[in-house]
């Protein structure tokens, strides 16, 4: 069975989850709390946090389970 990656977004960043190679080390929870959950669903509330620490946490994940990239802002003319 196939556990398919996740995806989190908000106005700045989408972070994406895959489950399959997350060593559970827990840093994220830990950390920022705010933003990562081990217990409430959705996990990851990125409502809750600012990009920039959200950032600095994913860059930190010791399996890279957690990653992000930088959504584009269209711009009206």
């Known amino acids: ?3 398919a990656s996740k ?3 908000n106005k700045d960043i989408t972070v994406t989850y895959d489950p399959c190679i997350c060593s ?3 840093k994220c929870a830990k950390e920022l709390s705010h933003v990562f ?3 409430i ?3 990851i509330n990125l409502d809750d946090g600012k990009t920039e620490d959200v950032i600095k946490q994913i860059e930190k994940c ?3 389970a957690l990653q992000y990239h930088k959504n584009h802002h269209k711009h009206a003319v």
């Open 24 to 26: 559970l080390s827990g």
């Open 37 to 39: 959950s081990n217990s």
């Open 41 to 43: 669903i959705p996990w």
């Open 7 to 9: 995806k989190f977004s």
């Open 62 to 64: 010791p399996s890279g």
């Open 1 to 3: 069975m196939e556990i």
